[in-house]
């Protein structure tokens, strides 16, 4: 009985809904992080009467057919690239990006990895560096006898010292963007890197090209909209409860039929 199948892709369907959810609730505070959504396409058909087919009895065109589905596939689990609040933190080296765009970061393997998570830290050399230690790029140096720091939203980091009035640039900080920026490859800890659904870096000045404004002394909250998450996560719900019983319907319409004498 194909509906035993076809009911299994059901529940495997909204299991996959369901996972997504629980990474999204889990993922409500964390910072610069956007929600994931799951796709779902029907699977083939079995075309026991082809649509517009001739019928052999009186020649006339079958006007539908006959086509049975044979279920539900995940086709995609997709990034909603929504902007998420930004919270005054106070920070010197804390930045939200108001608009489109990544920073750039050195991951370990000397390549280039993006995030939107701006909560950077003064390492031991005074280099600026995510929480795991990876290195803004392009590479910025703080010296140990500066006073304050102060980042403007075009990128620009300035330092401020005691015996100066006039402050000191240190560098530029660029953004980069994407043709594609949803392909992207999620690495976790808020990094991604390119691939080539997502198309190669496109390097700029924050404010110009479509790539957002830097926010010293704010960090972008996550976009999980905890209320819409539940609401979908009743619905999975719902699915896959009634998935299992039209599995358990087929079961019994199949026992009925054993019992046939």
Do not use: C
């Amino acid at each position: 009985m194909q509906a035993l199948k076809t009911a299994a892709t059901g529940m495997q369907a909204q299991q996959m809904r369901v996972d997504v959810i629980s990474n999204n609730l889990a993922n409500m505070s964390t910072t610069g992080y956007n929600t994931r959504r799951a796709e779902f396409a029907d699977l083939h058909y079995r075309q026991i009467a082809q649509p517009g087919t001739v019928t052999a009895s009186n020649g006339a065109v079958l006007p539908t057919g006959v086509q049975l589905g044979l279920g539900v596939r995940t086709s995609a689990v997709t990034v909603e690239l929504q902007q998420g609040g930004l919270s005054s933190t106070g920070g010197d080296l804390d930045m939200a990006i108001e608009g489109g765009g990544y920073f750039e970061v050195t991951l370990p393997s000397g390549e280039p990895g993006y995030t939107r998570d701006g909560a950077f830290k003064r390492s031991a050399d005074g280099l600026i560096v995510t929480s795991e230690g990876l290195e803004l790029a392009p590479g910025i140096t703080i010296p140990n006898d500066a006073r304050s720091i102060s980042i403007n939203a075009d990128g620009e980091v300035w330092a401020y010292f005691v015996d100066q009035v006039e402050p000191q640039q240190l560098g530029q900080i660029s953004l980069v963007n994407f043709t594609n920026p949803k392909g992207l490859e999620a690495m976790g800890g808020n990094l991604f890197v390119e691939t080539n659904a997502s198309g190669p870096p496109i390097v700029g000045t924050p404010g110009v090209d479509g790539l957002g404004a830097v926010r010293q002394g704010y960090l972008e909250d996550s976009s999980v909209e905890a209320v819409r998450e539940i609401t979908e996560l009743i619905e999975a719900q719902r699915g896959y409860e009634l998935n299992a019983k039209v599995i358990t319907a087929a079961d019994q319409m199949l026992g009925a039929m054993a019992q046939v004498r």
